[in-house]
């Protein structure tokens, strides 16, 4: 059933017009959208617009593709925070939950949906325009007058390109966390961690985002470190093609150790990159309110120091991996020319 805030509607106007109503997954074979009912404080709960986290037994609204976007209301402001995992990008998507100025969308299921598609190699519609219609059905706000801010899940990377694209409007933020932190991150998670980082190079190999020197044979014979190091590797690539694409006025880079050393300063930073006007009392609140002082993922306190702390921990217990694969992976950025540190930092003191 519908959550008790919310009727089943009447009519695919009043489900296309009202942002409650989810665009969550889309059917290439029926050129259909499943609209699932979703208001702001659910999603606020939700760790990510997914099955996963959502609440169970919610009804979809099947509508077909045309029949939405004939009744749907004009876009406000969107953009983006592309991200390359474990990296606080679901903190700051978190950190865009203020309504009236903007609404952070937490790695929407639908664009999973599109990649997944594109994969498979999958005929039917075009699938520009398929996405053209996506992004203008995420496009619609919770509160009137306030932008959307999306946080793709990263296996949506190969997309990047073509989302900036259909939105020449939109800005975007290209998040990472460090080498060093985002191997002890796949680490401390044990074998759901390593089997991750595997699962992520079949689909950046799918994509054709990984040009390293390696063979298919030479990835089977790599320590699941050194395949989360070339995930990293592949994604800090893309991050530094997407700035020389697409330039530094509309794509700005950041490591996840400057947005926890100086959040004020990234979010500053980073509405002006949106054009959000935020007064000081608003950035006030949002950096000594919930993102930034709860863990996104378990919902406890979990301040900059337990943060610091947690990845200390992994690395110290790792620390002899974690050193010889990040020594390994700079002599493979050096020889392909990738930079660990991509350009246009959205922070001067990242560069």
């Known amino acids: 059933m519908p ?11 009043t489900v296309v017009g009202d942002a409650a109503w989810i665009a969550h997954r889309y059917d290439p074979i029926e050129d259909a959208v499943h609209f699932l009912p979703v208001p702001r404080a659910v999603q606020r709960e939700a760790i990510f617009i997914t099955d996963e986290y959502l609440p169970a037994g919610l009804q979809p609204l099947v509508v077909r593709r045309s029949d939405a976007m004939a009744v749907a209301p004009p876009s406000v402001p969107l953009h983006f925070v592309f991200h390359s995992a474990f990296c606080c990008s679901t903190l700051l998507a978190r950190a865009f939950d203020r309504p009236g100025w903007a609404m952070g969308l937490k790695e929407p299921m639908i664009l999973n949906d599109c990649i997944g598609w594109r994969r498979r190699g999958g005929t039917g519609p075009d699938m520009a325009s398929v996405l053209d219609d996506i992004l203008t059905l995420l496009a619609r706000p919770l509160t ?6 999306v946080k793709p899940s990263n296996v949506a990377n190969a997309l990047i390109p073509a989302m900036l694209t259909l939105r020449p409007q939109a800005h975007a933020l290209l998040l990472y966390a460090p080498l060093r932190t985002y191997l002890a991150s796949i680490a401390k998670k044990g074998m759901d961690g390593r089997l991750w980082v595997r699962t992520l190079l079949l689909g950046l190999l799918d994509d054709r985002l990984i040009d390293l020197g390696f063979s298919i044979r030479d990835h089977l014979g790599q320590s699941d470190l050194q395949v989360a190091a070339i995930g990293w590797l592949a994604q800090q690539a893309l991050f530094a093609a997407t700035v020389a694409r697409f330039g530094a006025d509309r794509v700005r880079t950041l490591d996840s150790a400057t947005l926890t050393a100086d959040p004020a300063g990234v979010m500053r930073a980073l509405s002006d990159l949106f054009g959000l006007p935020l007064s000081p009392m608003a950035l006030d ?3 000594t309110g919930p993102a930034f002082t709860r863990h996104s993922k378990l919902g406890t306190t979990f301040a900059t120091d337990d943060r610091r702390r947690e ?3 992994a690395a110290t217990i790792h620390a002899d991996e ?3 694969v990040s020594i390994w992976t700079e002599v493979v950025a050096r020889t392909m020319g990738v930079a660990i540190t991509p350009p246009a930092p959205l922070l001067a003191a990242s560069g």
Not at 3 to 13: D, E, G, M, N
Not at 144 to 149: L, S
């Open 144 to 149: 009137p007058g306030e932008a959307v801010i």
């Open 285 to 287: 609140e949002i950096v």
């Open 3 to 13: 959550p008790a805030s919310l009727t089943f509607p009447k009519s695919v106007a």
């Open 322 to 324: 974690i050193e010889k």
């Open 311 to 313: 990845h200390h921990d």
